[in-house]
């Protein structure tokens, strides 16, 4: 495996982020929980899923999940 094949995308305007695997949609999560769930219902186990080598958080780590008044593109 070259990288991680998980990706949880930067947050949308309203906080959410896409999670994909390999680019294919596996669900929208709006928080730590729901890629908890998300990974869970796709049966993918990556053991910690706040540090696991298969998770690529993208424009924000696992505590990062703004509102529309704290989204970094409105400022």
Not at 20 to 47: N, Q
Not at 53 to 75: A, F, M, S, T, V
Request: hydrophobic share 30%; aromatic share 2%; proline share 9%.
């Amino acid at each position: 495996m070259n990288g991680p094949d998980i990706v949880v995308h930067p947050p949308g305007l309203d906080g959410s982020r896409r999670v994909t695997l390999d680019d294919e949609p596996l669900g929208v999560a709006s928080h730590l929980d729901d890629v908890r769930e998300i990974l869970r219902l796709a049966d993918l186990d990556v053991g910690d899923v706040e540090t696991g080598d298969r998770i690529d958080w993208q424009g924000g780590g696992p505590g990062e999940w703004p509102g529309l008044e704290e989204h970094p593109n409105l400022k």
